[in-house]
């Protein structure tokens, strides 16, 4: 691999100056461990700011450790949780959401990454009887997995019908910056406004060293989280470096520039690949994504100068993923050395 920046995810870029700068500016002194600390404090003051007076903050490690707090905290483990076959719960946390809650993940194939009322409803069923899973959660990816963005009409519409049946809406908000930019609408519009029930809050593909958060809407949803997390291994007991940074993030609009600058990269990124015969895009560039299905034959000599990871082997799909920093030098040499590649 001679080329160290590349397009294999957002997870591979650094570490935003800003946030940086957070961690050492609390670097100092001894402080209170595992949350009741005063840059905690800021943190979730700023939560509450940004998504509203009501909602319970839970800083954690990671994002998979999200999405288990998140759901392990509302359902029961004779319940059932309808996710997309290609969520990250379903196929990329090696069972871990299933593990701790014990609950049945049941997996719905979508064109786009993105579930419907009427895709939901093939898993509606078998409620009080008493062999089946019960279906007490949807959860929704936002950005999908396919890199298509919900508009905040979808994500209600979906969030009516659920609780409509007294269920629970999960949002997987990896990449909700992303989201929050691409729709350009506020993050609690997107989010609490439009009637999510819990949220992961992603923060380390936007420039964070590490960190994500549970979010949930309301103090009674939270009742039993702290227990949760603590027995998930994810109460992290310095928790001011977690805190600091997500305040530095909602601060001076700092999530906002970094989505606002990857989701521009990848629809730069697009439009050059778009320019390529050979290279088909399989997916609507919403937010910080690129979805391909490429000659094979250009596959493994491209990664070996820019590693990325394969979408769909058996149909050479391959994803794309713009970061904070990536440069529109990056492209340029991407593009050159696909075009090099093919010739
Ligand atoms: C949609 C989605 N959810 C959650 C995660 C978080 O995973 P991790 O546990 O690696 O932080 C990722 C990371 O790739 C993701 O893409």
């Given at each position: 691999?001679?080329?160290?920046?590349?397009?294999?995810?957002?997870?591979?870029?650094?570490?935003h100056?800003?946030?940086?700068?957070?961690?050492?500016?609390?670097n100092?002194?001894?402080?209170v461990?595992y949350?009741?600390?005063?840059y905690?404090?800021?943190?979730?003051?700023?939560?509450?700011?940004?998504?509203?007076?009501?909602?319970?903050?839970?800083?954690?490690y990671?994002?998979?450790?999200?999405n288990?707090v998140?759901?392990q905290?509302?359902?029961?483990?004779?319940?059932?949780?309808?996710?997309?076959?290609?969520?990250?719960?379903?196929?990329?946390?090696?069972g871990?959401?299933?593990?701790?809650?014990?609950?049945?993940?049941?997996?719905?194939?979508t064109?786009?990454?993105?579930?419907?009322m009427?895709l939901?409803?093939?898993?509606?069923?078998?409620?009080?009887f008493?062999?089946?899973?019960?279906?007490?959660?949807?959860?929704?990816?936002q950005?999908?997995?396919?890199?298509?963005?919900?508009?905040?009409?979808e994500i209600?519409a979906?969030?009516?019908?659920v609780?409509?049946?007294?269920?629970?809406?999960?949002?997987?908000?990896a990449?909700?910056?992303?989201?929050a930019?691409?729709?350009?609408?506020?993050?609690?519009?997107?989010?609490?406004?439009?009637?999510?029930?819990?949220?992961?809050?992603?923060g380390?593909?936007?420039?964070?060293?590490?960190?994500?958060?549970?979010v949930?809407?309301?103090?009674k949803?939270?009742e039993?989280?702290?227990?949760?997390r603590k027995?998930?291994?994810?109460?992290?007991?310095?928790?001011?470096?977690?805190?600091?940074?997500?305040?530095?993030l909602?601060?001076?609009?700092?999530?906002?520039?970094?989505?606002?600058h990857?989701?521009k990269?990848?629809?730069?990124?697009?439009?050059?690949?778009?320019e390529?015969?050979?290279v088909?895009?399989?997916?609507?560039v919403?937010?910080?994504?690129?979805f391909c299905?490429?000659?094979?034959?250009?596959?493994?000599?491209?990664?070996?100068?820019?590693?990325?990871?394969?979408?769909?082997?058996?149909?050479?799909?391959?994803?794309?993923?713009?970061s904070?920093?990536t440069?529109?030098?990056?492209i340029?040499?991407f593009?050159?050395?696909?075009?090099?590649?093919?010739n």
């Amino acid at each position: 691999m001679s080329n160290i920046r590349g397009f294999a995810s957002d997870n591979n870029a650094g570490v935003h100056p800003e946030i940086l700068k957070a961690l050492s500016e609390v670097n100092t002194g001894h402080t209170v461990g595992y949350g009741d600390d005063k840059y905690t404090a800021i943190a979730r003051d700023k939560f509450k700011e940004v998504f509203g007076e009501d909602v319970e903050f839970y800083p954690v490690y990671n994002g998979t450790g999200a999405n288990v707090v998140s759901i392990q905290t509302l359902i029961r483990p004779f319940n059932a949780v309808i996710c997309t076959d290609v969520s990250h719960i379903y196929v990329d946390e090696c069972g871990a959401p299933e593990k701790h809650s014990g609950a049945k993940l049941l997996p719905v194939k979508t064109k786009d990454g993105k579930l419907t009322m009427d895709l939901i409803k093939q898993h509606m069923h078998g409620f009080g009887f008493e062999h089946h899973s019960q279906p007490k959660m949807v959860s929704i990816t936002q950005v999908s997995e396919l890199g298509t963005v919900y508009t905040i009409d979808e994500i209600k519409a979906i969030a009516d019908y659920v609780h409509s049946h007294d269920m629970y809406l999960h949002m997987d908000g990896a990449r909700i910056s992303n989201a929050a930019v691409s729709l350009g609408c506020t993050l609690k519009e997107m989010t609490f406004d439009a009637g999510v029930d819990v949220l992961s809050y992603g923060g380390t593909k936007n420039g964070m060293m590490f960190g994500e958060a549970v979010v949930f809407a309301n103090a009674k949803l939270a009742e039993n989280v702290k227990y949760i997390r603590k027995q998930s291994t994810q109460l992290h007991s310095k928790m001011r470096y977690t805190s600091a940074q997500f305040t530095a993030l909602l601060s001076n609009e700092l999530w906002k520039r970094n989505a606002e600058h990857s989701n521009k990269m990848a629809a730069k990124l697009a439009e050059k690949i778009a320019e390529i015969p050979q290279v088909k895009i399989t997916q609507k560039v919403q937010a910080n994504g690129v979805f391909c299905i490429v000659p094979p034959e250009l596959i493994e000599p491209l990664q070996k100068e820019f590693f990325f990871y394969m979408w769909d082997e058996s149909r050479n799909e391959v994803r794309w993923m713009t970061s904070f920093d990536t440069t529109e030098e990056d492209i340029d040499n991407f593009v050159k050395t696909i075009k090099k590649l093919l010739n």
